[in-house]
């Protein structure tokens, strides 16, 4: 069994937004040294957006059969927010490339999205033989998407797909198994193609819009009624019937301050008025606050994030504290956070176990159900764009009597580097608590 250790601090690094980072591609292709010999040299591939696209599903859904084969269920929602933004570029510019068959091409798109949402589904409530069966769906509408490209696409693509990396020098990249020309290591680290390396073609598809307004003026320490409007690209407004239910809420708002100190977790009400919804927060910290509406929308059901402000009349505080912290105090409980790997890096998957002790040392054992589990963990980066959204491994806890601690398994899943502020939200006595940690993604 692999032994848990803490991370040692690290200096910042800026983190940015995977769906709105713009990333200049032959930059970091001039900076990639391929191994050279006839059985590492990888030539980098033509660059579009339909390769980049395509090599982000078959990566996702190569990650999606890994998963289900080793029963490693808790994973699967990793990949929604890579594979909502290929999906979803792909169907953008489904009618401007020329093809052939565009309607049957979206309409095969959409139903992949929606297999994989499904699979989402049964993963989530850890069900393996309906997860193998949703797998199966998967499986064969990707085969019927990748037909509609060409071949030097889908060569490309699949050139681009399976390129790994040194693990010391990240810049050496070939064949798996290959050797570095620096240091002799394997080549073992698959590199992922991820939303903030395709540039604006695909990276900054959105397609869900959030705006608020306030009943009042946001204001330190007084309570603050806020509407919520949804609505897609096209304008149309964004009703619950079009969204899916994700522990217990159809609308998950992440809300923090510029100081990234006072985190709010609210869940909007719909108003009698079609896309629009309310709900009340009271700010602790003066200036904005900016709110991530974590959802999972119709046709696709892919989980992500539409962000936007909540203005102010004053000026907030810029963030000051980036010291890598793992253990806090909350309530007189001690919470504290660990890692099974030194080192967290971007898209590779860490375990973190979330152990919560009473004063004395003693395992607390009295965590309440909140959204059907026992804990939540949210992240926000320094470049205040980026967040994370986790949940413990296991099956939904639907009993309201049930009560979990001292230990929760979590896993992080990050796409960019940089410092993250993580809050641990429990449920004890009926209240929400929230244990503040803090960490760095390397690249």
Partial sequence: MKRFVRRVSAKPIIWSFVLGMCVVRGAEAAQTQNVPGTNTVMPAPPLSSSVEALAMLLQVVNRLEHYVKTKDLGSIHNEDTILGVALNGLLANANTEGREHAGAFKADLTALGQAVSALHGQADRMKQAQSEAELRNVLALFYKVRAYFTESIRTSAQTLAYRYR??????????????????????????????????????????????????????????????????????????????????????????????????????????????????????????????????????????????????????????????????????????????????????????????????????FTQLEPIMATFAHIVGFSEDYKTVLHMHPTGPPVLNPSARGGPELLFQIFALQPGFVRLFAQVQIDGRSRFAPFGVQILP
């Fill in 166 to 363: 040194c693990p010391m020098h990240p810049n050496v990249t070939g064949k798996q198994t290959a050797l570095c020309p620096k240091c002799g290591m394997e080549l073992d680290q698959l590199v992922r193609v991820l939303p903030a390396d395709s540039g604006t073609a695909l990276a900054m598809q959105q397609t869900v819009r959030a705006s608020v307004r306030t009943a009042g003026p946001l204001a330190a320490g007084q309570a603050v009624t806020v509407f919520l409007r949804l609505e897609r690209v096209t304008g149309q407004s964004m009703l619950p019937a079009d969204l899916i239910e994700t522990h217990s809420q159809k609308i998950h708002l992440l809300i923090i301050d510029s100081s990234l100190t006072d985190y709010h977790h609210e869940h909007p009400q719909p108003t009698g008025t079609p896309g629009e919804y309310v709900f009340s927060f009271t700010p602790r910290k003066p200036g904005g606050y900016r709110v991530w509406a974590d959802l999972r929308p119709y046709p696709l059901g892919l989980q992500l994030y539409a962000m936007t402000d909540i203005p102010s009349l004053t000026t907030g505080q810029p963030l000051t504290d980036r010291a890598v912290k793992f253990k806090a105090i909350v309530d007189g409980l001690n919470y504290e956070l660990f890692l099974d790997q030194n080192q967290l890096k971007v898209g590779r998957p860490a375990v973190a176990r979330l152990r919560i002790t009473t004063a004395d040392g003693k395992g």
